[in-house]
């Protein structure tokens, strides 16, 4: 079973307005983390925003907000007055075995593509 | 603070060759990652180290490997090149201290085996 699922097809989003990307994990692990990443053409993961599954409140970063919902374990990032540079890629990642001994390995979902109309 | 960085960030090579990819983490960064992305598999997880010890390994044949020296640097090595290594390769950096910190990432070496 895929532990990460993006299922959205290309999704397309007018400049200024607010978009939500989906995900999706499955863990039986109490303790893990997601991320999100952006990748735009050029090819480099930029960081956007953490969540841990113990953060009692939603992560934000600037125009980026996390919709954690732990019972429906799912963990949609919310782009706040989208821009034209947002187009990229964005993958959403977990870690798990948090506080069970060091462990840097991310599982990435297939990714959703997002373009910025002007 | 200066990122990650990859050298080199284009490769072409034929099959049954080798190859060898570096990556310099941010300073004071003592854990490096390396991930393969391809269409077909998106991005799988190689191997990570810490202190230059192999902590964690991913699902790939032993023709890929890796080592990390003293000043934390990172070198990925894969022998006997297959068409189907054709890929980029993304090295990232965190801490490594703890589970919880974030990994950041190059900007990749794009691997061409013809």
Same mark, same amino acid.
């Given at each position: =079973?895929?532990?990460?699922?993006?299922?959205? &097809?290309?999704?397309?989003?007018?400049?200024?307005? =607010? /978009?939500?990307?989906?995900?999706?994990y499955?863990?039986?692990?109490?303790?893990? *983390?997601?991320?999100?990443?952006?990748?735009?053409?050029?090819?480099?993961?930029?960081?956007?925003?953490?969540?841990g599954?113990?953060?009692?409140?939603?992560a934000t970063?600037?125009?980026? #907000?996390? %919709?954690?919902?732990?019972?429906?374990?799912?963990? %949609?990032l919310?782009? #706040?007055?989208?821009?034209l *540079?947002?187009?990229?890629?964005?993958?959403?990642a977990?870690?798990? !075995?948090? @506080?069970?001994g =060091? %462990?840097?390995?991310?599982?990435?979902?297939?990714?959703?593509?997002?373009? /910025?109309?002007? | 603070?200066? $990122?990650?960085t990859?050298?080199?960030? @284009?490769?072409?090579k034929t099959?049954?060759?080798?190859?060898?990819?570096?990556c310099s &983490?941010?300073?004071g !960064?003592r854990?490096?990652s390396?991930?393969?992305?391809? &269409?077909g598999? *998106?991005l799988?997880?190689?191997?990570?180290?810490?202190?230059?010890?192999?902590?964690?390994?991913g699902?790939? &044949?032993?023709?890929?490997? *890796?080592?990390q020296? #003293?000043?934390?640097?990172?070198?990925? %090595? /894969?022998?006997?090149?297959?068409?189907? +290594?054709?890929?980029?390769?993304?090295c990232?950096?965190?801490?490594g $201290? =703890? #589970?919880? +910190?974030?990994?950041?990432f190059?900007? $990749?070496?794009?691997?061409? /085996?013809?």
């Open positions: =079973a895929q532990k990460i699922t993006q299922t959205q &097809p290309g999704m397309f989003v007018q400049e200024k307005e =607010a /978009v939500t990307l989906d995900c999706t499955d863990t039986s692990d109490p303790s893990y *983390g997601l991320f999100w990443y952006k990748q735009p053409s050029s090819g480099e993961m930029i960081f956007l925003i953490y969540q599954s113990y953060d009692q409140q939603n970063e600037g125009r980026y #907000s996390l %919709n954690f919902q732990k019972a429906r374990k799912s963990a %949609n919310v782009i #706040s007055a989208s821009q *540079g947002d187009s990229a890629m964005y993958f959403c977990m870690r798990e !075995h948090l @506080y069970t =060091a %462990n840097s390995k991310l599982t990435f979902g297939k990714g959703i593509t997002l373009s /910025v109309r002007p | 603070k200066a $990122g990650v990859q050298t080199p960030r @284009y490769l072409i099959r049954g060759q080798q190859v060898t990819l570096s &983490p941010i300073s !960064h854990s490096v390396w991930y393969q992305q391809t &269409p598999q *998106g799988q997880f190689l191997f990570e180290y810490f202190s230059e010890t192999q902590r964690n390994k699902n790939f &044949p032993g023709r890929f490997s *890796g080592r020296f #003293s000043n934390s640097r990172s070198e990925m %090595n /894969v022998s006997t090149l297959e068409l189907g +290594d054709s890929a980029l390769y993304l990232a950096s965190s801490k $201290g =703890a #589970s919880t +910190d974030t990994q950041y190059g900007p $990749g070496t794009r691997l061409t /085996v013809l």
